[in-house]
């Protein structure tokens, strides 16, 4: 089984990596290797994702919503026409754009260095093996 660093898990579980070490030190998530660095086995982590998924860690800042493929990160850009918006988010190693109204931009107050979370909801989602 292929087993995860600290770093990597944050990436995988979309939190920071002080959180994940929080979740090592605790003995949530990790196990120390040959080397004493803080390991996470494979199947230790998919199940902590599903957990995370389903709301059963929870930052004090998450909402109640039904769409739950939830990418917590940083504005980066901001495009605001007439009618239309453009907000680009990046979390972790993702990089996301929205399109919506210019009225949704503004009642949100959104602007570029403020922390965001882009919530996808999709009929298609494609699997690659990485």
């Known amino acids: 089984m292929q ?21 090592a030190d605790a003995g949530r998530i990790a196990t120390r290797d040959q080397g004493g660095r803080r390991m996470i086995d494979g199947r230790d982590l998919a199940a902590l994702a599903v957990q995370v998924a389903q709301g059963g860690v929870v930052d004090e800042d998450s909402a109640t919503v039904s769409a739950r493929n939830a990418f917590p990160g940083i504005v980066t850009a901001v495009k605001v026409g007439d ?17 919506l109204t210019r009225e949704a931009v503004e009642e949100l107050g959104i602007e570029v260095g403020m922390r965001a979370t882009a919530r996808v909801k999709s009929t298609d989602v494609l699997v690659e093996r990485a």
């Not at 660093?5 to 929080?22: K, M, N």
């Not at 009618?83 to 996301?96: D, F, K, M, S, T």
């Open 83 to 99: 009618v239309a918006a453009q907000v680009e988010i990046h979390a972790g190693p993702h990089r996301l754009v929205s399109l």
């Open 3 to 23: 087993s995860y660093t600290v770093g990597q898990a944050a990436r995988l579980l979309g939190v920071s990596p002080d959180t994940a070490r929080r979740w």
